[in-house]
């Protein structure tokens, strides 16, 4: 059932200074997109609020009505959304969409809710009359969207985004203070699902025999993540399906969370799982589960065990590779799962069994790794790192988070540093969707 404060936007509409209603504009085009843009930009400014497409004044401008999408433009998407408005702002808008009918006339309309800025949010380029370039904008009582002219606008305006960032400054140290809090509570999730499916993972593989591939005797990696903001968790059964689709929109290499024959991924306690104990090879073997809630855990022999050899080598380009992968998929299933592009997803990358590695590529613009008296050896054997961004940033800036957790992971082979060029040489034919 739809929340009826929801509702009163289309049933009784009234704008104000933190709400717009808006015409339906074709954010396929440039004007559309500006016009979109300039309204989310004096949104954020203002300290956050939301547009109602789909709402035009009556002949007699005495009232809005609910009017359908022109057959002619595109229905508005999450990423549709985000590209008409990123074209103009600086720095990124942060939304949530979502779809509401109206309950009279059965219309579906567009909820665009703007998040506040914790930064002033400028346009970076001009569009005829609609948007100027490098312009700050704001909401004024009217109401309307126009640049700060006085004293008085620009302080409100600044200190709204200093109280914003305050307020994120004092949440979080509440949170260290007294050791609770939302952000707490959703690593304890997290963490209490990693250990629930890692003795998963010892029950399944304690009968088999020493040395078994599937016991990760050379070593592993562990992908664990945490999605925000699933509100409306799917049944297992349309998660797999979903999953599948995910996998079958981007040119992957090493398939995040695959289902290698004769493994087939089965309903467990409230997880969906997959286990693969009949591959020949460590690399093959893998193990992961999914909750519908937004866990994931995917443990895995290094793909660089395709053999038996004792010790055995880390391809840096495979690395980043696998990594990319899974960060643009769970990015991809954020977005599905939430209905949102703008929700926070939590990365953790375990590695276990890198003593003794030495570094390498199997790239030729990288053989340079493979040059006698340059090669690296990793002399830890573990490591851990985590990161955090949104499902939209996985997708669109997925280089900058692998740097950011490989890069301290890296330095384990003799103070290797690892530099963003070698992370675009190595993904240059991975070209990661934005759908």
């Keep these: 059932m739809a929340d009826p ?3 009163e936007l289309l049933v009784r509409p009234s704008e104000g200074l933190a709400r717009e209603y808006k015409g339906w504009v074709d954010i396929e085009t440039n004007h559309g997109k500006a016009v979109l843009a300039k309204a989310a930009i004096a949104l954020t400014n203002h300290g956050g609020g939301v547009i109602v497409m789909g ?6 401008k005495t009232a809005m009505e609910s009017q359908p999408l022109d057959p002619a433009f595109k229905r508005y998407t999450s990423d549709s959304v985000h590209a008409a408005i990123s074209r103009y702002a600086e720095p990124d808008v942060l939304f949530d ?18 998040a506040p800025s914790k930064v002033p949010v400028m346009s970076r380029s001009s569009e005829g009359t609609t948007i100027g370039q490098n312009r700050f904008y704001v909401r004024k009582p009217g109401p309307a969207s126009e640049e700060p002219r006085t004293a008085e606008e620009w302080r409100t305006l600044i200190n709204r985004c200093v109280l914003s960032e305050r307020e994120a400054m004092l949440e979080a140290i509440r949170g260290i203070l007294v050791g609770v809090g939302t ?3 959703r690593q304890d999730a997290l963490d209490a ?4 499916a890692s003795q998963r993972w010892e029950d399944i593989v304690a009968p088999l025999p020493d040395g078994h591939p599937a016991r990760l005797p050379q070593g592993h990696y562990i992908y664990s993540f945490r999605i925000e903001g699933v509100t409306q968790p799917p049944s297992r059964s349309a ?4 999953i599948g689709e995910l996998q079958g929109e981007q040119n992957y290499e090493w398939t995040p969370f695959r289902s290698t024959p004769p493994a087939v991924p089965t309903a467990v306690d409230d997880v969906l799982e997959c286990s693969n104990l009949g591959a020949a090879a460590a690399a093959f073997s893998d193990f992961w589960r999914v909750r519908p809630d937004g866990l994931l855990f995917q443990k895995q022999g290094f793909v660089e065990d395709w053999h038996t050899e004792k010790v055995c080598h880390f391809h840096l380009d495979t690395q980043i590779r696998v990594l990319a992968e899974a ?3 769970v990015g991809a299933l954020a977005t599905r799962l939430t209905g949102s592009d703008s929700r926070k997803v939590t990365t953790r990358i375990r590695f276990n069994g890198l003593a003794g590695r030495p570094l390498d590529s199997r790239l030729d613009s990288m053989l340079w790794l493979n040059i006698p008296g340059l090669q690296k050896v990793s002399h830890d054997d573990t490591a851990f790192q985590q990161a955090s961004a949104t499902a ?5 800036n997925t280089a900058e988070i692998v740097l950011q957790l490989l890069q301290p992971v890296m330095e384990r082979f003799g103070l290797f540093e690892l530099r963003p060029e070698m992370i675009f040489k190595a993904l240059e034919r991975f070209r990661p969707s934005t759908r």
Aim: aromatic share 8%; no cysteine.
């Design 5 to 7: 404060t929801r509702i």
């Design 193 to 196: 699902f990693e250990l629930a």
């Design 327 to 329: 960060i643009v998929f």
């Design 97 to 114: 969409l979502e779809y509401l009918k109206h309950p009279e006339t059965g219309i579906e309309h567009v909820i665009i809710d703007i």
């Design 55 to 60: 709402m035009f004044n009556n002949a007699d």
């Design 183 to 185: 952000p707490t509570e």
């Design 392 to 396: 939209r940033q996985m997708r669109e």
């Design 239 to 242: 998660l797999l399906r979903l």
